[in-house]
């Protein structure tokens, strides 16, 4: 397989101004007749995509082409050898949805039939110019049996639809806005839908619906509620207003992603929609809210203004991931949400970052562009934006964004633009913030500081370093904001005086951080203050400043920022737990640090409001974090020390956390509000410490939890306190129960799936093979093998990196069967064994042994091949 480079990149020689399509489904074959108007500058070759598509005609301008002289036809293109400047091409091919496991194009899900095409789908439906950059009106045509597919579904308005002869119908849909073809969708299926309304800003009366299987129809009313909060806070916030007459929603079960954005037609994967207070835990509603208006907010940033090309994914994914976090920010609380993208950025992006497949946000090659779709373009993509906003200020951004949507409308660009055009609307020079997307890599600060008692000046010294990466060894600086406080002895925000800028008078100010070293000196202390540094989490850097474990302690008491105020609480603790693995690997006796007990003793008995946020400082640092930050890493050392800290808490602070247990349940009925998720979290977090305490048994605890709850969050947290504690008999009986219940509901069941795979209890390899041998597991559904295989290798790190290699072998074993089945997915799930550089000794040695094995399997997808090959250089 060969990389594709953006420096390659040429404007597309003809586009297609319009593409009417007829879709023939039938149950053996789906005939599409595509009739595509073309234009160019002048007459030439036309090369279209075309994958796994079964050629039956080609015509131009009306006349039949033949094979050989008129075109040739391969795995990957159709050539028409020479059309005019303006013409008509008609193509009919033939595909076999039913057959399509990759879920890539059009393919069959629980006897639907629905599409994906984002990013190289549509090339597998029909042969087209199958790149963002060329942009049509579509006109499509579904025809099917009536009684097996009563709803026939695609972009924009319907036009038309009547019976036909033979028990068929047809639909007809036509979408004013020219798009691109990622954005095409169709659907067929025996769906039941819901609807509501929503009128825009402009007074235009919009129709919204969201359509699922009827055993479904009672579990979408909070994704509409989602949907009509989405439309009105993108009007608010961004000015964005829906620009058709409807709106739909359709949930499918086999889906290689969360969502799809389709203009007017999402389809989403039904467990980013479906809920109701049974079947989805409170860590789903919020998914789904975020999800919804994240594919909303697409039909401006990433629909209305679109990307060039594929490299430019960012620009969409990143600007809507942040208006996305903003938007959940706004329905919940700001500094939670923040911790949760923080922890997902520094655990999982970052350890992205640092490995073989780390590419900037704007990468400039790659040889499968599934394989881009990562926590860098999204996440990282997003901080990037976030950095614009904090540089920008909230109303100079609206005016960059602004400028940028009403620049660029119905345009496909790129990420040069979006920068542009917030430089053009601020007049803040982003030259050197550039350096974000071309260049890949966690950018780490080193701080040190200085005080001088005779002149009450305070110093920071600021280094800033990138280590290199696979695109580049030697990094331009980067522009890092970054947001500082300075606490006095009381634990108060000092004023910041800059001394060469007395403008500088706030009490969080954002230093530019542009040189590799510079230095900051601030006047008028009368003591050496405390460093808060990179408040809110202003930059995606690493820091490291040498904190003392007292000055941890004394953020943690009185910064007003209360994302650091958590950070430096998960500072201590990951210090204290590496401090103690070191121990594990020496021998020698292991004690915890009193004061990270009093701390915690002192959190659960105040009397705190914000209960998520207290559940938040209550929660150690997780394993896979805590081996990001000791590389190479000693996964076992690691996890003792964490387990050893746990159950220390645990019996030293049982009555706390019983006391906090029991203030925090109650039997109100279920209500997914951020007080309620809050509450709930707390509580099953005392619920975990309190089963793994060998002060008492609180087995029955958990078990009347989850027999008396009316809600599948508390019994989730019962049933995973359970399934990880020593009470396997308990657990047993409730897991078995609770499958008994629920084995018809594929979400809860999933769920089940990911609670016995990510156990600490589980058999090893044995235990989850069983779990693959289950009814319950189906390997062609992507969300049982996120479930499963997934949740094993990517977050059960103790049993995955079993000292024998057990656990490497067999996630070989299910890529390489996978492989066969959807590539996304298989490249999707090498993911934990390209990290082998990161393992101490013999472990990382069998990681890549591993990877060796799957490079040698024959005809890999270019999807496994291209991580696998990379991981191995
Ligand atoms: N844009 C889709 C991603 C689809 C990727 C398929 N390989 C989801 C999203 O980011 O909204
Ligand atoms: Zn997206």
């Known amino acids: 397989p060969k990389a594709i480079y953006l420096k390659d990149y040429e404007a597309p020689k003809f586009t297609v101004l319009h593409t009417a399509l007829t879709f023939l489904i039938e149950e053996e074959a789906t005939e599409v007749h595509s009739l595509l108007s073309i234009q160019g500058e002048a007459a030439g070759e036309l090369k279209l995509n075309g994958q796994a598509l079964e050629l039956v005609s080609v015509e131009l301008d009306g006349g039949a082409l ?43 899900s629980a006897g639907m039939y629905c599409t994906q095409c984002e990013a190289e789908g549509f090339r597998r439906i029909t042969y087209f110019l199958d790149r963002p950059d060329v942009m049509s009106i579509y006109d499509v045509t579904i025809i099917a049996d009536k009684s097996k597919y009563p709803v026939l579904l695609s972009n924009g308005n319907l036009v038309e639809s009547k019976e036909l002869e033979g028990g068929k119908h047809l639909a007809h849909w036509h979408d004013p806005h020219k798009k691109p073809c990622y954005l095409f969708a169709l659907v067929a299926g025996d769906l039941r839908h819901i609807e509501d309304r929503f009128t825009t800003m402009s007074g235009t009366d919009v129709t919204l619906r969201i359509y699922v299987e009827p055993q479904n129809i009672d579990k979408c009313d909070f994704a509409m509620d989602a949907l009509k909060r989405s439309m009105k806070w993108d009007e608010e916030r961004y000015g964005r207003e829906y620009d058709l007459d409807i709106f739909n929603i359709v949930a499918v079960d086999d889906f290689n992603m969360g969502a799809m954005e389709n203009k007017s037609l999402n389809i989403f994967n039904s467990s980013c929609v479906l809920a109701n207070s049974a079947t989805a835990t409170d860590n789903a509603y ?48 700001p500094v939670v949400k923040r911790i949760d993208d923080v922890n997902l950025l520094r655990t999982a992006q970052f350890a992205e ?29 997003a901080e990037v934006v976030r950095m614009i906003h904090n540089l920008l200020g909230e109303d100079k951004f609206r005016e960059g964004s602004d400028l940028y949507f009403q620049r660029h409308d119905g345009q496909a660009v790129t990420t040069e633009e979006f920068v542009k055009a917030m430089e053009d609307a601020s007049g803040i020079d982003l030259t050197q913030f550039r350096n974000w997307y071309h260049q890949a890599g966690t950018p780490e600060l080193s701080v040190t500081d200085q005080f001088d008692e005779t002149t009450g000046d305070y110093k920071l010294f600021i280094k800033q370093t990138c280590r290199p990466t696979p695109e580049s060894d030697k990094k331009e600086p980067f522009h890092i904001p970054m947001a500082l406080g300075l606490l006095d002895e009381e634990g108060n925000d000092a004023q910041i005086t800059l001394k060469s800028d007395g403008k500088f008078n706030q009490k969080t100010q954002v230093l530019s951080i542009t040189e590799p070293e510079q230095e900051f000196i601030f006047s008028g202390f009368s003591a050496k203050p405390t460093p808060s540094l990179l408040r809110d989490f202003s930059a995606p850097v690493k820091l490291h400043y040498p904190y003392t474990r007292e000055q941890l302690l ?70 896979a974090f805590l081996i990001e930050q000791s590389v190479p890493a000693n996964v076992h050392a690691i996890y003792t020390a964490r387990t050893f800290v ?39 977090l005392c619920l975990h410490y309190l089963l793994e305490s060998d002060q008492g048994d609180y087995s029955q605890l958990a078990i009347s939890q989850y027999q ?36 018809h509901e594929p979400l809860v069941v999933n769920l089940w799936l990911s609670m016995l795979a990510g156990s600490d209890r589980i058999d090893g390899v044995e235990g989850v093979e069983e779990l693959i041998a289950h009814p319950a597991f189906d390997i062609k559904n992507p969300n049982k093998v996120r479930s499963v295989i997934g949740v094993f290798a990517g977050q059960n790190l103790r049993h995955f990196h079993t000292q024998t290699g057990a656990g490497y072998e067999w996630l070989a074993d299910k890529i390489i069967l996978l492989d066969r089945l959807n590539p996304q997915i298989a490249a999707r799930l090498v993911g934990p064994l390209t990290k082998w550089q990161r393992i101490v000794g013999e472990g990382g040695q069998k990681m890549r042994n591993t990877l060796a094995r799957i490079e040698s399997t024959e005809n890999l997808s270019k999807d496994v091949y291209e991580v696998v090959s990379k991981s191995l250089v």
């Open 66 to 108: 033949s094979e050989g002289s008129d075109f040739s036809v391969d795995d990957d293109f159709l050539v028409i050898h020479q059309i005019p400047a303006h013409c008509k091409v008609a193509i009919k091919t033939r595909i076999k949805p039913q057959e399509n496991t990759a879920l890539e194009g059009l393919y069959k």
């Open 286 to 333: 919020s998914r789904i809210e975020a999800i919804v208006a994240h594919e909303y907010f697409h039909n401006w940033s990433g629909n209305r203004v679109t990307c060039r090309d594929w490299f430019q994914l960012s620009l969409k994914e990143g600007f809507t991931v942040f208006r996305d976090s903003q938007f959940s920010s706004d329905m919940s609380s």
């Open 353 to 381: 970052d640092a490995g073989p497949m780390a590419h900037p946000i704007r990468p400039a090659s790659f040889i499968e562009i599934s394989n881009f779709y990562t926590l860098t373009i999204y996440e990282k993509g």
């Open 554 to 623: 004394f953020l943690l008491a009185h910064d007003s920022d209360g994302f650091n105020r958590w950070d430096a609480g998960q500072t201590l603790a990951t210090d204290i737990v590496l401090e103690l693995s070191e121990q594990v690997q020496a021998g020698e006796p292991l004690e915890v640090d009193d004061r990270l007990i009093e701390t915690f003793e002192k959190l659960l008995k105040e009397d705190s409001s914000d209960k998520a946020m207290l559940c938040k400082m209550l929660s150690l640092p997780s394993l």
């Open 646 to 684: 746990r159950q220390t808490l645990a019996n030293q602070l049982h009555e706390a956390f019983l006391s906090c247990y029991q203030q925090n349940h109650d039997d109100e009925p279920y209500n997914y509000s951020a007080e309620g998720t809050g509450k709930r979290s707390l509580k099953s």
């Open 708 to 743: 008396n709850s009316d809600n599948l969050t508390d019994q989730h947290a019962a049933l995973s306190a359970l399934a990880n504690s020593r009470f396997q008999v308990q657990a047993k009986a409730c897991l078995d129960e609770f499958y008994e219940k629920w084995q």
